[in-house]
Every structure is written in C-alpha cells, then in structure tokens.
T-cell receptor, first 115, second 116 residues
Framework: GAVVSQHPSRVICKSGTSVKIECRSLDFQATTMFWYRQFPKQSLMLMATSNEGSKATYEQGVEKDKFLINHASLTLSTLTVTSAHPEDSSFYIC???????????FGPGTRLLVL | SQQGEEDPQALSIQEGENATMNCSYKTSINNLQWYRQNSGRGLVHLIL?????REKHSGRLRVTLDTSKKSSSLLITASRAADTASYFCATVEANAGGTSYGKLTFGQGTILTVHP
C-alpha cells in the first residue's frame, strides 16, 4: 500500500512552454502533498506544500507564479512549470503524507529538460 | 533550508560488511526518517524513529537517535550490492503546525556503494 505515482516520468520541452506534472496517491487519500526539486547529486529541496482545497504554501525563494500548484482532490496534486527555461531543468519529486503512519510516500519523480 | 548534515558523503564497502551513516540536525524534532534513493529514481521510506525512541530495527536496518546530540545513525548490516544507493535522513520539526505540519527537511545524503 501507500503508492504514489507521477506523470510524466520525463519530459523535454522548448523554452517558454509550460509543463504540467501530476502526482497521484493510488491507494490512500492525502490531504497534504509536497513538491520537491532535486539537482544532480544533491539533496531534495522542498518547493511547496500542497493542501487539498486550499492554496499551496511555498518555500522562501520559490516563485508561486512560476510553479503553479493545484490540489483539487484528495488523490491528485499538479505542478505546472510556467514559461519554462533551461535553468528549470531538474528532477521534480512529489510526496503524499499518510497521516496515520506519519510518513511521506514519494513518487518516482519527473525529469524535466528544457531546451 | 536544509538543516541535516550527513557523513560520510560517500561510503564504499565490500559486500557482507556493515555500513554506518550518520546524520545531524539543528532543531527539536518530532521524528526522524531515513530514505533510500536509487540513481534517478524516487525515494523509498526505510524507517521512522520518533523523538522519544532511542533505537529501532527493521530487518537489516538499525537506527539510533540521540536527541541530546541531535544526531542519528543508520546501520545496514551484512550489506549487499543491491544496497547501493543514496541514503537521506529527514526530520519533522517538533511543534510544527499549520502549513509546516509534516514538512520534511532533508540532509545532504550519503552515497553508498557496495562492491560485490
């Protein structure tokens, strides 16, 4: 149990386009989901906390207008990278918190390459 | 900001040996968790230890927590080549409420290589 999926697994896009990444909790409901980005050989950095039915909370230095987060249901959160640029190329990982266990379960990640 | 620091940054051992990784943190915590990440993949939750616990076991994994020193260690016994991965500790801050509830702060990670 506690499986989280992400789609797509990898995406290549042209500079200036927008990319949407989906995060789904497959077998549990998650009122809270988290979005991270990870550069090569580095740790995960939290971008924002997504709460179902309310606005996301962004970490300091993360532009909310550039990284749009929507958590419309208890099993789905989306991250849209708007007007993507090459410096947005990274590995984006979501997680969903299973409150009963106190642990977060991570998706397999989405590798974004902006040309 | 990343508050966890792990050492060593990289660890290379032979199959069958034990691997020990350490993690230090700065704030009071509710719990500390260890995750594993294979190259280019998502994270797998390994074990969670609460602030009132000192030691926890799961299979070949042993985790200790010393809240007085704000440190934790992960021991993998009888390592296997398949244990090769990056290992991260992550903390949940104590008394974090509201939008910070459940938020994980990750350490920099230890890259473990187990040679067959």
């Amino acid at each position: 149990g506690a499986v989280v999926s992400q789609h797509p697994s990898r995406v290549i896009c042209k500079s200036g386009t927008s990319v949407k990444i989906e995060c789904r909790s497959l077998d549990f409901q998650a009122t809270t989901m988290f979005w991270y980005r990870q550069f090569p050989k580095q740790s995960l950095m939290l971008m924002a906390t997504s709460n179902e039915g309310s606005k996301a909370t962004y970490e300091q230095g993360v532009e909310k207008d550039k990284f749009l987060i929507n958590h419309a249901s208890l099993t789905l959160s989306t991250l849209t990278v708007t007007s993507a640029h090459p410096e947005d190329s990274s590995f984006y990982i979501c997680s969903a918190r299973l409150a009963a266990r106190g642990a977060q379960y991570f998706g397999p990640g989405t590798r974004l390459l902006v040309l | 900001s990343q508050q966890g620091e792990e050492d060593p940054q990289a660890l290379s051992i032979q199959e069958g040996e034990n691997a020990t990784m350490n993690c230090s943190y700065k704030t009071s915590i509710n719990n500390l968790q260890w995750y594993r990440q294979n190259s280019g993949r998502g994270l797998v939750h390994l074990i969670l230890i609460r602030s009132n616990e000192r030691e926890k076991h799961s299979g070949r994994l042993r985790v200790t927590l010393d809240t007085s020193k704000k440190s934790s260690s992960l021991l993998i016994t009888a390592s296997r080549a398949a244990d090769t991965a990056s290992y991260f500790c992550a903390t949940v801050e104590a008394n974090a409420g509201g939008t910070s509830y459940g938020k994980l702060t990750f350490g920099q990670g230890t890259i473990l290589t187990v040679h067959p």
